[in-house]
Structure formats: structure tokens, C-alpha cells
């Protein structure tokens, strides 16, 4: 199975900060890498598809990049719906696997 | 709108059985590939099971496989998960996920809000 890592595994951040997640794979996926936002007691909702291509109707402040073993989230001026955990997810080859998320938390 | 909404979780004793369900609506339910992810209390994302479009196909993790079933019946826009032998580490929060149309794309574009297991005796 391809283990997904992310880190870190709690952010603190202010309103207005610009924030930074990775996520690694343990062997390449290439482009092939979802992130999700999931707010406290909500279901996940899809973010970025394909490493960088954003969802519709998701705030351009979200971005993504990277190929192969590592990757990253950024969100460039954090605002207060994106308090929240957020995941990534290969989608190479079954079993698909999340990384253990990221919460971002107030400062 | 377009929407999934899960019911059947509850309480079971170790051993037992539970079949969940995900009603579908606002879309063309038999066009699609769907999934069940779970997520245990305070942990992150599991990916569970998949299903193609006739449910004649179904993939599983590894820690079910033999114990759950997934199916769907397009004329309900319905999807099941059967479950047997249900362990504690069963526990969680059970999501459907719809898959997205993209080719190659296996991941998850709709989300229900979840069904809530818990094996406990």
C-alpha cells in the first residue's frame, strides 16, 4: 500500500497567514493526489484534484503543486472558515489512502 | 441539489451485523462510481470500499475484506454496505462518497454527512 505522510499534524495560525502543508508518498503518484477540507463534525470536501487543479467554486486563496513523492497546500491568507483539518489522498492504485491530516488551529 | 445522506449506523455488539445505506438524490446515480470511507473517533480517513456503476465490480481494503459488502441498487439511487463480524476497531463515522466523472479519477466529489457505528459490547 502507498503510505501518504503529512506534516505537520497541527498548525497554529492567524487570520491573514499564509499556511503550508505537505504531504509525502512513500513511493510516486505523480499528479494523481486530492486534498479535503473537513470542518469539526462535517463531511470532507474535495479542495484540489490532480495536485493543483482547484474544484469549482473553491476560494483561489487554496492552491496546490508538487509531482511524484511530495506535495503541498498552501492557503495564502488564511480566514476563519479555513480553521479546519485537511487531508490528502492518492488515488494511484487501490487501496486509496489519506494522509493522517493536518489541523489548522487558531493562534 | 446535489446530495447523499447515510442512515443505518448504531450500536452492535461485537460479531454482529449492520447494513448501512446511502440515499441518493440530484444526480444520475447510475452514472457514477461510489464509495464508503470511514473515520474512527478523532482519527483521519479510511477509505473503505468501491463499487462501479452496475454494481456488477467492488474493491476492498484489506481489514474488511470477507466481512463487508458493497452494493447498489440504481432503481432506489441507493448504495449498501453490508457489514458481518463487526470488531471495535469497526467503530467510526461512515461516509458515501460519490467518484468523480473525471477519467482515472479516483476521488471523491460529493460526500454524505455520515452514519455513526459503534461496536461496543
Known amino acids: 500500500d502507498i503510505q501518504m505522510t503529512q506534516s505537520p499534524s497541527t498548525l497554529s495560525a492567524s487570520v491573514g497567514d499564509r499556511v503550508t502543508i505537505t504531504c509525502r508518498a512513500s513511493?510516486?503518484?505523480?499528479?494523481?493526489l486530492a486534498w479535503y477540507q473537513q470542518r469539526p463534525g462535517k463531511a470532507p470536501k474535495l479542495l484540489i484534484y490532480?495536485?493543483?487543479t482547484l474544484e469549482s467554486g473553491v476560494p483561489s486563496r487554496f492552491s496546490g503543486s508538487g509531482s511524484g513523492t511530495d506535495f503541498t497546500l498552501t492557503i495564502s491568507s488564511l480566514q476563519p472558515d479555513d480553521f479546519a483539518s485537511y487531508y490528502c489522498?492518492?488515488?494511484?492504485?487501490?487501496?486509496?489512502?489519506f494522509g493522517g491530516g493536518t489541523k489548522v488551529e487558531i493562534k | 441539489e446535489v446530495q447523499l445522506v447515510e442512515s443505518g449506523g448504531g450500536l452492535v455488539q461485537p460479531g454482529g451485523s449492520l447494513r448501512l445505506s446511502c440515499a441518493a438524490s440530484?444526480?444520475?446515480?447510475?452514472?457514477?462510481?461510489m464509495h464508503w470511507v470511514r473515520q474512527a473517533p478523532g482519527k483521519g480517513l479510511v477509505w473503505v470500499s468501491r463499487?462501479?456503476?452496475?454494481?456488477?465490480?467492488?474493491t476492498y481494503v484489506d481489514s474488511v475484506k470477507g466481512r463487508f459488502t458493497i452494493s447498489r441498487d440504481n432503481a432506489k439511487n441507493t448504495l449498501h454496505l453490508q457489514m458481518h463480524s463487526l470488531r471495535a476497531e469497526d467503530t467510526a463515522v461512515y461516509y458515501c462518497?460519490?467518484?468523480?466523472?473525471?477519467?482515472?479519477?479516483?476521488?471523491?466529489?460529493?460526500w454524505g454527512r455520515g452514519t455513526t457505528v459503534t461496536v461496543s459490547s
Open positions: 513511493q510516486d503518484i505523480s499528479i494523481w
Open positions: 490532480k495536485a493543483s
Open positions: 489522498q492518492h488515488y494511484t492504485v487501490f487501496p486509496l489512502t
Open positions: 463499487v462501479n456503476m452496475d454494481g456488477g465490480s467492488a
Open positions: 462518497a460519490r467518484e468523480t466523472p473525471m477519467t482515472g479519477g479516483f476521488y471523491m466529489d460529493v
Open positions: 440530484g444526480f444520475s446515480f447510475s452514472g457514477y462510481w
